[in-house]
């Protein structure tokens, strides 16, 4: 007699802040119904795990009838093997998800570079302070979103039906947050200005025994749990070094994100604060710049990098082009493993990524030396370096757009650059830039070229426009500035990035990088 079998298995895609998965299996014969629930914490197998992965992206809503004249005991490997072999199919249908590709969209216009050193200086006092603050209070994460310097956003799809809403693109912090409603009536809030929760039929406020719960700042003097309430939601609380803050109900959501050859995949239970209040000059007026939120490329847990990127080889990518052109090409975030061209291992340049235990979220790098046409400058290599205390090193941020060298590094880069340039001397319109030379008449004027060679062997040589800036018409001043707090570290801004695409490849701790990445175009 043939066995009639309906299976529906829900997981919920790979999170290392939530470990607990569930299978729920019913088998039918005739009118008698059994059900059973399998709970893991975590998988052992590393094959189920695979498996279950594959399950949960690429089969999360279907359901499928296998009729089978075998006993029970076979059923669980079989459907299994049906499933694994109908996600196949599907995958195959639809075309291989190897990454999933996301616009970054620049700030416009460009703000003048007063400005651009006004709001990178609020930016490095909030990463530093986050810095401090992890050594005082050990904080499990500390945002290091100045938000109001962010420059590259990113259109972000939330709940179901999707919402659209813009995400500050930022290296330099872990929680992915949004500004929220729980309005019924939403005539205030029109598409677009806010995630509005109660239209979501996905939205799941996170519980707060829920392990998750224990990667995010609770308000003060507020324990994670309310002892006298069964059903005690999680609750978070950021505040920003110039007062601003964002706070309201850590949660899950379905996000839609584009994919590497045109369609959308929809990825279940992103952990997300969803901030109903949101204040301060750094998240809420003109400085953010229409933003509604910060999307947290950190190494932290909670980041989306870590959630979404442990999906698809636990690493991601960005080429940023120059904004300066109008109309601006378009720059890009990417999730995952990407071939062809563009990472070829011999156009691709590596160096280690470092950690620094008091500030995990960032991403540093190792600098040996660093050249000006050639010649390397005599700068004592203890100030690259990280200390026991958690001081200096070299961060490679998103969010910031000059670079900033330790004060010893940069006053030596600045002597080398005025001994070697030939161009007439002038000042900064707005006095903020130490270097400054007039470019009036000359089409292709000679820059000295900056080189830094890195730990590993490889050289990061940008291109001068990626370290001269147009200050005005006709003059070009150098985008660097100093680092005097005694806490601080170097910063390589998004300025000096440009024009070569960037990987971060978190599993192995490596980033690479190459010129050739943003010359190509992407598959």
């Known amino acids: 007699m043939h066995l009639s079998t309906v299976v529906s298995i829900l997981c919920t895609p790979y999170n290392p802040a939530i470990t607990r998965r569930r299978i729920d299996i019913m088998y039918i014969r005739n009118r008698y119904v059994y059900n059973t629930a399998l709970k893991t914490r975590p998988f052992q197998s590393p094959s189920l795990s695979l498996l279950l992965r594959l399950l949960s992206f690429f089969f999360l809503s279907q359901t499928m009838v296998v009729r089978v004249p075998l006993p029970r005991v076979f059923l669980l490997p079989l459907v299994l093997l049906f499933s694994f072999i109908n996600a196949q199919a599907a995958f195959n249908n639809s075309g291989s998800v190897e990454y999933l590709k996301l616009r970054l969209l620049h700030r416009n216009p460009f703000v003048s570079p007063a400005q651009v050193l006004s709001l990178d200086s ?297 001994r070697r340039v030939k161009l007439p001397r002038t000042t900064d319109p707005a006095s903020s830039l130490d270097l400054c030379v007039n470019v009036s008449g000359v089409a292709n004027p000679r820059l000295p070229k900056l080189s830094f060679r890195l730990d590993g062997g490889s050289v990061f040589s940008p291109p001068a426009r990626n370290y001269f800036i147009d200050a005005a018409e006709g003059i070009k001043c150098l985008a660097m500035q100093p680092v005097t707090s005694p806490s601080g570290f170097s910063v390589i801004g998004n300025l000096m990035q440009q024009g070569f695409l960037f990987e971060f490849d978190r599993e192995r701790s490596w980033l690479g990088f190459s010129r050739h990445g943003c010359a190509l175009p992407l598959p």
Not at 261 to 284: E, T
Not at 318 to 330: A, F, N, V
């Open 122 to 418: 609020e930016r490095l006092s909030v990463l530093f302070s986050a810095l401090r603050n992890r050594r005082a209070f050990k904080a499990p994460i500390v945002s290091g979103a100045s938000t109001g310097s962010g420059q590259y956003f990113v259109d972000f799809r939330i709940g179901t039906p999707p919402q659209s809403l813009l995400l500050v693109a930022d290296t330099g912090s872990d929680l992915v947050w949004v500004k929220c409603s729980a309005c019924w009536n939403c005539s205030k809030h029109p598409p677009g200005s806010a995630f509005l929760a109660r239209h979501s039929t996905t939205f799941a406020p996170v519980h707060c025994y829920d392990s998750a719960c224990q990667h995010v700042p609770h308000p003060l003097k507020h324990q994670p749990c309310n002892h006298t309430r069964l059903h005690s939601t999680c609750r978070y609380d950021y505040s920003y070094a110039d007062g601003s803050r964002t706070s309201g109900l850590f949660a899950t959501e379905t996000t839609t994100l584009n994919t590497s050859y045109g369609g959308a995949a929809r990825l279940k239970d992103l952990a997300f604060g969803c901030g109903f209040n949101v204040s301060g000059p750094s998240v809420s007026d003109a400085s953010f710049n229409g933003a509604h939120g910060v999307m947290g490329l950190g190494r932290g847990p909670v980041s989306f990098s870590s959630q979404v990127g442990k999906l698809f080889g636990n690493k991601f990518s960005y080429c940023l082009k120059d904004y300066t052109i109008s109309p601006p090409p378009t720059s890009y975030l990417l999730i995952g493993e990407t071939h062809g061209p563009i990472t070829k291992k011999q156009r691709m340049s590596f160096t280690p990524l470092h950690t620094n235990p008091l500030s995990p979220s960032f991403y540093y790098v190792g600098i040996k030396s660093v050249f000006v046409d050639g010649v390397g400058l005599p700068i004592d290599p203890s100030i690259w370096a990280l200390d026991n205390q958690g001081n200096g090193g070299t961060v490679i941020d998103s969010g910031t757009t000059l670079t900033f060298l330790a004060e010893p590094a940069y006053r030596q880069v600045l002597t080398a650059f005025r």
